[in-house]
């Protein structure tokens, strides 16, 4: 797709499944964990229910819960992995959850600067957001050297990721701030892509819901 113009194109930003993790709602960033059974079992019927576009390309994280996500929604496709787009690493924060780290004076300095401070022994916004960018830029290159047509037609782009990773890219590239982004398990965000390689804009058309 060395022309944009030549076709529109659509974003399917994808949160991962459930993980066990997730449902007792502890930091998961760096740790690699599977998708519990549960999390199968939503996406299965969601995909059921036809919540998920038909897409021509896939990307994905390279943790398991994402690659594994990919390949219940879309297993006639083979996911291309993009290394930038790993969660966030939450630091010592990681597999904890509130209850566990309330009376942690470090988790209520950085609560109190509405997450912008780097996660103790972890990683900073800024410097997430500016992986994540890197990893969008690595996925339009890849995509421009693909140089498929569809005549008169949308090509359909599957991004399964991070909930982390859907909130800075869209934040970057369709203007708002980092958590108006926030997607549960298995949903997120139908958008179209326009501008260039350079200068990507993103705009959101619809939520994907489970309802």
């Not at 912008?116 to 800024?126: A, C, N, Q, V």
Request: proline share 4%; aromatic share 10%.
């Amino acid at each position: 797709m060395r022309n944009w113009s030549e076709n529109k194109i659509r974003l399917a930003l994808i949160r991962h499944g459930a993980t066990k993790a997730n449902k007792e709602h502890r930091y998961l960033g760096k740790t690699d964990e599977d998708l519990s059974e549960e999390g199968i079992d939503e996406l299965r019927r969601m995909r059921g229910m036809n919540r998920y576009p038909d897409v021509d390309y896939l990307f994905s994280s390279p943790m398991k819960r994402c690659l594994e996500t990919a390949g219940i929604l879309y297993p006639e496709k083979e996911a291309i992995v993009i290394p930038e787009w790993k969660e966030m690493d939450f630091g010592v924060f990681e597999g904890k959850n509130y209850i566990e780290l309330q009376s942690d004076v470090r988790y209520q300095t950085w609560i109190g600067s509405d997450g912008t401070l780097p996660f103790p022994e972890g990683e900073s916004r800024e410097e997430f957001n500016d992986r994540c960018g890197q990893g969008f830029y690595r996925m339009l290159q890849k995509l421009s050297k693909l140089a498929v047509r569809k005549p008169g037609g949308t090509i359909t782009i599957g991004l399964v990721v991070h909930g982390g990773t859907i909130m800075s890219l869209l934040s970057r590239y369709s203007g708002g701030g980092y958590f108006d982004y926030q997607a549960a398990n298995g949903r997120g965000y139908l958008c179209t892509l326009e501008g260039s390689i350079k200068n990507p804009e993103i705009g959101i058309i619809e939520t994907i819901r489970g309802e």
